[in-house]
């Protein structure tokens, strides 16, 4: 059975740093996708970051171009997202989640964790 675990939320001011990670268990990832997306309250669910099978191409929303930083660990099954200069607008559940494909990708996730709440205050 697939799982997907997130860590690394939490409350910080804003300005500040976290590190969110994402461990996948069940099978191996290593040829997939993989990318991370959030939802604020009363907002739908938007993509946040992707990175290719192996590590070497990352897209990125442009709310968060220049702050968050996706990068992965295949012989650690784990994906992560460096989030910097935080703002009260990151505020929200952020996913993960594996794609069937090996290139980036904003669409085609297959399976998706159960989240982890980042709230920054202002």
């Known amino acids: 059975q697939v799982q997907l675990v997130e860590s690394g939320g939490g409350l910080v001011q804003a300005g500040g740093s976290l590190r969110l990670s994402c461990a996948a268990s069940g099978r191996t990832f290593s040829n997939n996708a993989m990318g991370w997306f959030r939802r604020a309250p009363g907002k739908e669910r938007e993509f946040v970051a992707a990175?290719?099978?192996?590590?070497?191409?990352?897209t990125y929303a442009d709310s968060v171009k220049g702050r968050f930083t996706i990068s992965r660990d295949n012989a650690k099954n784990t994906v992560y997202l460096q989030m910097n200069s935080l703002k009260p607008e990151d505020t929200a559940v952020y996913y993960c989640a594996v794609s069937r494909l090996r290139v980036v990708t904003i669409t085609t996730y297959a399976y998706w964790g159960q989240g982890t709440q980042v709230t920054v205050s202002s």
């Open positions: 990175i290719n099978w192996n590590g070497d191409s990352t």
